[in-house]
């Protein structure tokens, strides 16, 4: 009688196979997930969020004191004025004092929390794409805007804005898309309200 011989388990090249199929599989997941576009949406979702935070606590604290921040702060004379765009950590728009290691209007009269003096716009304040800007039109019913430089593709092709710092006024661009976004001047901005 002669033995049999079984064969248990996988060959090497089997394993092989399944392991470079498995490699292709990741790559595919990786590629589609893109972690880093992820990480730049979470990023333009937050600033949407503080943003809507910001604006609406400008808004109690002038109903609250019948005016704007940066007219007790003395920056401009009366509601009516234009307000220039100013990096959210300048004490004009009230979030911050001297400096971010004080409270602003908008924190010592109870519109913001003292935690918001912890997000990643005030931390990152001297980077111009990292900031986020508030500026008011001419005029008492013009708009006051929150706007900040979007990293995200998918917020880029809906960005069609520009600012100036100090300037009170908005631009529009239509080539948003192909900007290189190293700088402020270079970069289109997303705006609340819309």
């Known amino acids: 009688m002669t033995a049999r011989k079984f064969s248990l388990g996988f060959t090497l090249v089997e ?4 392991v470079a199929l498995l490699g292709v599989l990741a790559a595919a997941v990786l590629a589609a997930i893109n972690p880093l576009e992820q990480a730049n949406r979470a990023r333009d979702t937050r600033l949407r969020s503080d943003s809507s935070q910001l604006l609406a606590s400008i808004d109690r604290y002038f109903v ?3 005016e704007f921040p940066w007219v007790t702060n003395g920056d401009v004379t009366n509601n009516d004025v234009a307000f220039g765009f100013a990096n959210a950590t ?10 971010c290691t004080t409270d602003g209007l908008l924190i010592t009269n109870n519109e913001l ?15 111009p794409t ?3 800007y508030v500026g008011k039109a001419t005029g008492a019913s013009s708009s006051i805007y929150a706007c900040w430089v979007p990293k995200s593709k998918s ?6 804005q520009t600012l100036t710092v100090g300037s009170p ?7 948003c898309a192909t900007r290189t976004y190293a700088d402020l001047t270079t970069s289109c901005v997303i705006c609340l309200p819309q």
């Open 15 to 18: 394993l092989l196979i399944v």
């Open 64 to 66: 609250s004191q019948d």
């Open 90 to 99: 300048g004490q004009g728009v009230g979030l911050c004092g001297v400096d």
């Open 113 to 127: 929390k003292t935690e918001f003096r912890n997000r990643d716009f005030i931390k990152n304040g001297t980077n």
């Open 130 to 132: 990292e900031s986020l």
């Open 155 to 160: 917020e880029r092709t809906k960005a069609t």
């Open 169 to 175: 006024t908005l631009g529009t661009a239509t080539d």
